[in-house]
């Protein structure tokens, strides 16, 4: 099985292929810890004991990813609320997603819209 060869980072340092540079992995996690300190809490953006409630009878009413078919872990909004209390509630807005699917495969997705 071929290999790829190491690669000069930008901070100089010498990266074996397929590994991240500890200069790029600071980076992220303080872009991220930056991004945490605006977003507003869990409980702020409406999810609280009404939503889990909610939430748990939906995953007994769907019990399967409606992606994969694993079972589900998730309530993934459809369209992002985004505050929006009328789609936040919206149950036709609701699929059950594994996590997987969640964490991944919707989230890749949700960034290609907001670039488009």
């Not at 209390?85 to 699929?95: G, I, Y």
Request: hydrophobic content about 25%; overall charge positive.
């Amino acid at each position: 099985m071929p290999f790829a060869p190491p690669r000069l980072c930008s901070c100089g340092n010498i990266v074996p292929s397929g590994e991240r540079c500890a200069c790029q992995i600071a980076s992220d996690r303080a872009r991220k810890a930056r991004h945490d300190r605006r977003r507003p809490s869990a409980r702020e953006r409406g999810y609280n004991n009404e939503w889990r409630k909610a939430r748990a009878a939906y995953l007994i009413a769907h019990p399967y990813c409606v992606r994969c078919g694993k079972p589900a872990s998730h309530v993934d909004h459809i369209t992002p609320h985004k505050g929006d209390d009328r789609l936040f509630w919206d149950r036709t807005n609701w699929q059950s997603l594994c996590a997987h699917c969640h964490n991944s495969t919707k989230q890749r997705e949700e960034r290609q819209q907001v670039q488009q």
